[in-house]
Nanobody, 114 residues
């Protein structure tokens, strides 16, 4: 059993910043990748940032140059620094880790006001 707990969401004005955190616990042998999905109202859930173990970071075009993903393997944690937030970034953010299977957190809401 693997549990992912997210924190750091909330309400922020456009142009502001937030940092999301996600810590995974449970029966984790090795992590192949970690990342963040975003669910925006009326759209499909989208993988917006990912970091592959032994590889680099990847970003969706909509967040590139504004968001930065990082990880702490000692803590089984992944972070998302979000800068220059836009109203269009409003949504539910879920962290994801890939071990021998995929695991998702329950999601955390981010609201960007104009």
């Amino acid at each position: 059993q693997v549990e992912l707990v997210e924190s750091g969401g909330g309400l922020v004005q456009a142009g502001g910043s937030l940092k999301l955190s996600c810590v995974a616990s449970g029966n984790i042998v090795s992590i192949n990748a970690m990342g963040w999905y975003r669910q925006v109202p009326g759209k499909q859930r989208e993988l917006i940032a990912a970091t592959v173990t032994g590889g680099g970071a990847h970003y969706a075009e909509s967040v590139k140059d504004r968001f930065t993903i990082s990880r702490d393997d000692a803590k089984n944690a992944v972070y998302l620094q979000m800068n220059s937030l836009e109203v269009e970034d409003t949504g539910v953010y879920s962290c994801w880790i890939a071990t021998w299977r995929d695991h998702w957190g329950q999601g955390i809401r981010v609201t960007v006001s104009s």
